[in-house]
């Protein structure tokens, strides 16, 4: 699957495998990948590169 530059909140819960909900919690407290959702005009978008950066810096943690 060929991925655009921007995920929308949607992108985010199938890739980390979680509700929309969760998401939507993550943004509105500021916490773990929700600090990278910004608003685009009405819509709520972040970054690829920046997900897959905040994933590698996970791992990184982890080890």
Do not use: C, N
Request: aromatic content about 8%; overall charge positive; hydrophobic content about 40%.
């Amino acid at each position: 699957m060929t991925r655009k530059p921007l995920a929308s909140i949607e992108d985010m819960a199938e890739h980390y495998d979680v509700s929309v909900r969760t998401v939507r919690d993550w943004r509105l407290r500021k916490v773990g990948p929700g600090v990278l959702l910004f608003r685009v005009g009405r819509r709520v978008r972040a970054r690829w590169e920046d997900i897959d950066r905040y994933d590698a810096e996970q791992v990184r943690r982890a080890a």
